[in-house]
């Protein structure tokens, strides 16, 4: 015969013996690596620079910029260098906004990102990885440049989000109503990607979800449990990323997903990720996306105000074999290297002169 179940209750765990490890509360690891006030000031500019392209009262085009992921500090920053040193070059038509993707969604498995495991290794180290992913972009900000990263796990959001200046909600989270509510809690502008399967309406609604304050479940800075209210976020946007291995960034595509938004009450204005299933998986089309869409803007479509490229110092991936890596060379998605994307930041400013 079964046992009650109140006498199940006080003998069946509730779940696996897992090891947990105690990783510091937001608040400390601010008070370990606090922002200071410049670079403070800096980031709400840089992000109502980015909210401004996105209102139509600056005409020039924000790039989302660099790795797909960073495992290598020292890589992002010697990137970073050289992409503070070009923005200067192109700023009269572009705004370069540096990826900084500490944390990577996977199809099924695999390596979760730097605030993860910044060893390489499989085993884990929340607390370095933090530190190391806040103290990173800290860097990045400090050369100049806005920075941006896909906030996945809504928790981790208050151990980087003042840092940021442009937030990617990605394809496989943006139907999450999680994810809408935190976005409806950022100051940042944030990126909704259509689905991985194409569909661009679930991304609408995100937007429309982001809007609207919404009474929420968070860890206040403390790491205590609260019932937060969100303010609402106006400074959200489509982001086409092709689906289902098919592109959606031609015209058609364009003027489909500007009519879904307008018959929605939303901006219709448009970020096209030239990577991922726009690229057909292959970074060596990155290129011909980031071409396309740029003679779409000179052929009059102002809705296109963005770009994202995934680009790092040198072309192509590695697997990841910790001691046998190249320097400079993706460990996640293939990237277009430094030549390319200088060429092609170059490119896109004097076609939009
Ligand atoms: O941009 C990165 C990847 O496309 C995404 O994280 C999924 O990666 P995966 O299919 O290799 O897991
Ligand atoms: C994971 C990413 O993209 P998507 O969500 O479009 O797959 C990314 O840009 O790193």
Redesign the pocket.
Known sequence: MNAPVSAMLNTISTSHETAATPLPTPAELRRQLPLDEALGAQIAEQRHAVQRILNGQDDRLFVVVGP??VHDPEAALDYADRLAALSEEVSDRLLPVM?V?VE??RTTVGWKGLAYDPHLDGHGDMAQGLALSRELMHGIARRGLPVAT?LLQPMLAPYLEDALSWV???????ESQLHRELASDLAAAVGF??A?SGDVQVAVDAMQAAAHSHQRFALDSEGRPVMQQTAGNPHTHV?L?GGHGEPNYQAHHVRTAVNTLREAGQNPRLMV?C???NARKDHRRQSEVMLDVLAQRQAGDANLVAL?L?SHLFEGKQPLKPGALRYGVSV??ACVGWDTTEHLLKTAAERLR
Do not use: L
């Open positions: 797909c992921s990826r993707y990577k969604p896909e990617a909600i990605g394809a496989r989270t943006t990607k259509n991985t982001v990323r990720d990577s991922h299933a994202m995934e996640t998605d």
